[in-house]
């Protein structure tokens, strides 16, 4: 059998034969570098397995380019499926035994099982984080690994980027690398050139305590030193040092990988001391000089020295644009309004497809860059956060102000620095053009739309579902998805809105001087959330009518409450009707909605009359139709007074007017697009627990609910008859996520930090809290602290609430507190003040507020800076 199928690491140089990777390993060993031995299993194994099956693979990349947008996701899944049931060829798995056995090791070493595709490393694309590699392999595992290895050539993110860096020539294959696993004490990845400013004599080093998996894969926020390297080569300086605070360090055990949990002290030691931070520098210099171009370096420290286990070329538009993951800050302000707080695998696979498919592919249509291997979404200890500076290069591109993501995101309102520039003129006609096409169409088609999602909860039941197979069960949530990736309108509905509130700002700013940010505000009350609005005021509602009703007012308000009986103890009530009627249109919303856990309305019903009841037990507000005519007189008299303000300028009048009433529908639209969202979601819902169900009955999955620790990948792979061991895996991931349970995590991710911030990423003083500003707003007030549904009853209507956990699952019980919070459109979030009619900053830490503020203490709240004050006493 020909060598070409088992090179060593050192003899691999021909990207074709061995992929990027290996090939830059194997001139870096030949250079005289530190890298681990290894052996490579190149791409002609690959190409073998294919062949032994049948299965041409330029044909399949034929069929995938032509392929229309929708069907090409499904047939790169279709295909990976196919990959990952080959094996490797007897024979070629023989000589790679006998290679890996002349590395001397023993039979207990892991191994670190690496992809090495013949399209990434290059000068022009990195493929960073888009391939498969798998640490921690025993030795009766690796042909298994070298599967998954190959089947990440095939996914949807892979080969957008392909497109996207114009890397047009179906031919990629995949080798893989495989050396044994280091224990180090240190790990990271460094940049020779500022990843951010481009400067050439600046070394950027990130560095974790042991292995950098989760560095490299996002979950971690690391060590970061900045290093300015002078004329003279052995000269440096450390300029920077961002220490973040560790919990844990991922090691290799004889069993496999673990987090090992750093003690008190080693949490905010530095991972790296001076000295380690000089070499490291002047060695990716070194490296740099070498492959001659600017790289990124994967390297690890071990008692054995300093070791380089990758270096890849920095794409030439990953320096001029300047934007890579470490460099991004990232919120989750957004994500707590609609998810809990830590979402299921399978909520989080299906939100990072969301934001692929439905969100950044429009901005790719619009003209916008992305640059290389940045996505909008980051998990991290399990919760979700959002790519606020890649939105806000989005909005430059467009000529908007990046300004304005903050608002709608949170951040620190941080300059945007680097990323691609504004587009070309003829660019940003085009795009404003497509935009209009877009925004227009959405108001169009929107309520057809709506339409359809409500009929598909409806169609999409129990009883109608439960006698089809599992098989049968997939191919209905494949054509739902199909569906919602075609029609849906969430994208141009967002994009009027914010149009819309750029416009006015733009306006208002230079025609009315202060004050107009609080008019606008005014104006624009309830007018983007009459369904939320709504559902508020009908549980107000509902508890006046069971006052009047003695017979629900006795179930309601009985000792012990025993909700569970209301359908036999309210029997032939009005107020049963009522709350049937309720559930009818309200019944598929739920707490953190946009997880397909969260159990819906309808399924718990409890938990709504429990807000009822709070209701009944606490001070009786303003009568709804009362709150309802004062909120639309406040909002007609904040509109007046902007007439006033513009007096006789008819023009100006008449642009406020149109863009006003424009806002006004695309608000109302948003609002009506996310509660029809929901009815989608919940049609998806049963599809996925009537598939738990199904798994869970011939002993695939323990119970049901396991299937929601799946991602959706992982779905289709156990349609498929995948043989992997799913309980197992469902099992550990309830482990992580009980671990997950247990951190702290901040609301903002940020490689920049203008002021001190503790471990929860808020500063803490005895009378200055910081925190995310999601929306405007001033106001002064009396505190009360409201840590559960039965603190509503002390609630008086000029509070201020310090709240630890807000979700749309306790804005009705907002909402009831004597009409304290009328303003429920997407401005509430976990850990939140609010104030009157506004919803004010997300406060990180407010476990540590409600520890030093009490019920009564007098605070000003300014939501637009996000910060929080005690004031001394009147």
Partial sequence: MSDRFVLPLESCSDPVLVGGKAAGLGRLLRSGFHVPRGVC??????????????????????????????????????????????????????????????????????????????????????????????????????????????????????????????????????????????????????????????????????????????????????????????????????????????????????????????????????????????????????????????????????????????????????????????????????????????????????????????????????????????????????????????????????????????????????????????????????????????????????????????????????????????????????????????????????????????????????WMGPGWHALLNTALRRLGN???????????????????????????????????????????????????AYLAEYGHRAIGESDLMSPRFVECPEYLLGIIRSHLQGQSGKPVNEVLRQQESAREVAVQQIHRALGWRLPQRAIFQWWYRRLCRYLALREANRHHLMHFSAAVRQLTLLLGKKWSGVGTLESKHDVFFLTAEEMWAVGAGSARDWKNLVAARRVERARNAEQVVPDLLSPVREVPLGADNSVVTSDLWHGVPISAGYVEGPVCIVLSPTDARKMKRDDILVMPVIDPGMAPLLGLAAGLVVEMGGTLSHGAIIAREYGLPAVANVRQVTRLLKDGDRVAVDATAGTVIRLDDP
């Fill in 530 to 580: 009459v369904v939320s609005a709504r559902q508020v005021l009908w549980l107000a509602e509902l508890a006046e009518n069971a006052r009047d009703e003695p017979k629900a007012e006795a179930f309601l308000l009985a000792e012990p409450w025993a909700p569970e009986q209301f359908r036999v103890k309210l029997a032939g009530t009005r107020f049963l009707q009522e709350f049937g």
């Fill in 41 to 510: 299993l190149t791409t002609l194994a690959y190409s073998e397995a294919l062949q032994a099956v049948g299965v041409k693979p330029t044909r399949q990349w034929g069929r995938v380019r032509r392929a229309s947008d929708r069907a090409r996701g499904l047939m790169l899944d279709e295909f990976k499926r196919v990959v990952q049931s080959l094996t490797v060829p007897q024979a070629i798995f023989d000589r790679l035994v006998h290679e890996i056995d002349r590395l001397g090791m023993d039979k207990g070493t892991l191994w670190a099982v690496r992809s090495s595709a013949s399209d990434e490393d290059q000068t022009n694309s990195s493929f960073g984080g888009l391939y498969r590699s798998i640490l921690g392999v025993p030795r009766s595992s690796i042909a298994t690994a070298i599967v998954e290895c190959w089947a990440s050539l095939w996914t949807l993110a892979a080969e957008a980027y392909r497109s996207r860096t114009g890397r047009e020539r179906p031919d990629a294959a995949m080798a893989v690398i495989l050396q044994p696993l280091l224990s180090p004490r240190a790990a990271g990845v460094a940049y020779s050139r500022h990843p951010v400013t481009a400067q050439d004599d600046l070394v950027v080093i990130n560095a974790v305590f042991g292995l950098a998996e989760p560095l490299v894969g996002g979950a971690v926020t690391p060590d970061q030193y900045v290093v300015k390297i002078g004329n003279d080569e052995a000269s440096g300086t450390v300029l920077e040092r961002d220490i973040a605070e560790k919990t844990t360090a991922r090691i290799a055990t004889p069993t496999g990988l673990m987090d090992q949990p750093l003690s008190e002290e080693d949490r905010k030691r530095p991972v790296l001391e001076e000295q380690d931070i000089l070499s490291l520098a002047h060695l990716v210099k070194d490296v740099e000089r070498t492959m001659g171009t600017p790289v990124d370096v994967e390297w690890a420290i071990d008692s054995r020295g300093l070791w380089l286990l990758q270096a890849r070329p920095i794409p030439d538009s990953g320096l001029s644009q300047g934007l890579t993951k470490q460099s991004c800050e990232w919120s989750r302000a957004n994500f707590k309004e609609t998810l809990p707080e830590l979402p299921s695998p399978l909520g989080l696979s299906f939100l990072q497809e969301f934001m692929e498919h439905n969100i950044l592919r429009h901005y790719r249509e619009l003209g916008c860059t992305i640059p290389n291997g940045l996505s909008a979404v980051r998990i991290f200890r399990g919760r979700p956060y959002i790519n606020v500076t890649l939105f806000q290069s989005f909005m430059r591109q467009l000529g908007g102000d990046p300004g304005l993501v903050i608002e709608q995101m949170g951040g620190e309102g941080r300059e945007l620095l680097g990323g691609p520039p504004r587009l070309a003129w003829w660019k940003l006609m085009r795009a404003g053009i497509m935009m209009e096409w877009k925004i227009r169409q959405a108001a169009r088609c929107a309520p057809a739309w709506f339409a359809v999602m409500k009929e598909m909860a409806t169609v999409h039941t129990v009883d109608s579902l439960q006698d089809l197979a599992p098989t049968e069960l997939l191919d209905r949530l494949d054509q739902l998805g199909h569906r919602f990736r075609g029609r849906d309108v969430t994208f141009a509905i967002v994009a009027g809105v914010s149009q819309g509130l750029q416009a006015l700002r733009f306006l208002m700013k230079r």
